[in-house]
């Protein structure tokens, strides 16, 4: 089979994705003030839902990230709440696609942890982990819920091995033990039913997850591949990565043949790693370069040339990750098919960045929004641990698109370790580590006491005034 080299001279095609760009919000909807991590590891640090927008922050002794209310833009105060259990640096977190207020994170303390974020954010620092999964001998660098099944999670630690979650029990019910480097990058197919790998080895892999079989396995020594994306339901893999000249480039593979790409395209000189992103929705492929601020779009089809170049994005702010929004949760009235959360160390900043589709009128698209995988999941994961496959539960945008999750995450029953002194949980509240958490602590305290100290006095004249009331009411019973 022949590489087919793409021209970057873009060819002209009738597609309603032709005109489609990107729009930078307001300053006012954006998020400031954010102690972004400086963490070098190749991840987008951001996970972002219909509800909350988390970020992994630089913290001492320690990880942790923010978890801000969507409607909460503008400046974030630098004393705001933190979820600050993991005992080392935090490096992926990721949103339960299925309950909107359950985040899994992963940290260098070896440790994959779950957290339930309360209605309306955190009030308070959170420490304690609605559960602590521990399975992996090293640190734990990636996370990936399962598509359609609920409470199915994956992780990948610097041991080597992806281990799999069933939340019900809060143990890891499988081991893929199968890669002989660190793992750079999961993606699943549309049903959860087939995953593939990038590894430091630099083989590409398509696995079946349940039994740990390698189904394909691409020795790429040509194209050093560092991220994949399945695109769909085309049976097509995409990959990001570098070219023997040291160039950025990206691959087309079939899934069911990863003996040669497809096609292979060199995108620039730049050293940056690129994110791919695929709406399968509207077959549209992102190229975002770390590093760099721009975003190029292609669409996808399955007949040759099989990706055609769209448009770019260009911004001067460097983006370090990107955080993407699900579909149910994108603005149809604006006909915004895409959007990012854009991470600029830089300056502190989180920038909402909308992909659009020009159209004059304003009623429902239908074109550009098909049904899409909704907030429901498909399977249990006994169903699916069984052998189950089946694709996610669709729904419309037009109608109930706002409409919100009705899952309960409930935490299987472990005993909880605590040590309490004078009625104090010792565990629950963690004690300050450096001078500035000390005083921050208790400039809080005093705080405390002066609100109760009014509280207790305005109770007092209260008891004073109601005592005097009952003894006017004995002095004078005609009065009753």
Same mark, same amino acid.
């Given at each position: ?19 489609? $760009? ?6 006012e909807?954006?998020?400031?003030g ?6 070098v ?15 992994v ?57 779950i ?25 734990v ?6 598509p359609?099944t ?44 087939l995953?593939?790998?990038?590894? #430091? ?37 995409l ?20 003996s040669?790409?497809l ?13 791919p ?8 492929l992102?190229?975002?370069? #770390? ?13 040759k ?5 769209l ?7 460097p983006?370090k990750?990107l ?9 149809v ?7 990012f959360? #854009? ?6 900043l ?5 992909m659009?589709?020009?159209r ?37 945008l037009?109608?109930? $698109?706002? #409409? ?23 565990l629950?509240n ?8 000390l ?33 006017n009411?004995?002095n004078?019973?005609k009065?009753?």
């Amino acid at each position: 089979m022949t590489v087919t080299k793409m021209s970057w001279r873009p060819q002209y095609r009738s597609s309603k994705f032709r005109n489609v $760009y990107g729009k930078v919000a307001n300053r006012e909807h954006c998020f400031d003030g954010i102690p972004i991590t400086k963490n070098v590891h190749d991840n987008h640090f951001c996970a972002v839902n219909t509800r909350f927008l988390a970020i992994v922050t630089e913290s001492a002794g320690g990880g942790s990230f923010l978890v801000i209310p969507l409607e909460q833009t503008g400046r974030i105060e630098p004393n705001y709440p933190k979820v600050c259990g993991h005992q080392g640096n935090v490096l992926d977190i990721k949103w339960n696609p299925f309950i909107d207020n359950i985040i899994a994170s992963c940290s260098e303390d070896t440790s994959v942890r779950i957290w339930e974020i309360p209605e309306g954010g955190l009030k308070r620092n959170m420490t304690e982990a609605l559960l602590e999964l521990h399975g992996h001998s090293r640190r734990v660098g990636l996370v990936e819920w399962h598509p359609t099944t609920n409470n199915i999670l994956f992780s990948a630690g610097y041991d080597y091995k992806v281990l799999i979650w069933n939340l019900d029990v809060g143990e890891p019910v499988k081991m893929i033990d199968c890669h002989s480097d660190v793992i750079l990058c999961m993606s699943f197919n549309t049903d959860g039913s087939l995953l593939t790998t990038t590894c #430091k080895d630099k083989k590409l892999r398509v696995i079946e997850p349940r039994s740990g079989r390698v189904l394909q396995e691409a020795n790429c020594k040509n194209h050093r591949v560092n991220r994949v994306v399945f695109l769909g339901n085309m049976k097509r893999l995409l990959t990001t990565g570098v070219s023997r000249w040291n160039t950025r480039q990206i691959a087309l593979w079939d899934q069911e043949d990863l003996s040669m790409p497809l096609i292979e395209e060199e995108i620039d000189g730049l050293s940056g790693l690129l994110f791919p992103f695929y709406d399968a929705d509207t077959h549209m492929l992102y190229l975002a370069g #770390k590093g760099d601020g721009n975003i190029r779009y292609y669409e996808i089809s399955t007949e040759k040339p099989f990706l055609s170049y769209l448009m770019e994005f260009r911004s001067p702010a460097p983006q370090k990750g990107l955080g993407v929004m699900p579909k149910h949760g994108l603005d149809v009235s604006a006909c915004e098919v895409f959007r990012f959360y #854009k991470l600029v160390t830089l300056k502190g900043l989180i920038e909402p960045i909308s992909m659009i589709v020009p159209r004059r009128s304003d009623s429902y698209q239908e074109d550009i929004y098909p049904m899409t995988p909704g907030t429901e999941p498909a399977l249990t994961p006994d169903e699916w641990l069984g052998g189950m496959n089946r694709d996610p539960v669709l729904m419309s945008l037009k109608e109930g $698109y706002k #409409k919100s999750s009705k899952m309960v995450f409930k935490a299987p029953i472990k005993e909880k370790k605590s040590v309490v002194v004078n009625g104090i949980d010792l565990l629950e509240n963690v004690p300050p580590r450096t001078e500035n958490e000390l005083l921050r602590m208790f400039f809080r305290q005093q705080d405390e006491i002066r609100r109760l100290k009014e509280e207790l006095a305005q109770k007092d004249i209260r008891i004073r005034q109601l005592q005097l009331e009952l003894k006017n009411l004995r002095n004078n019973p005609k009065n009753c």
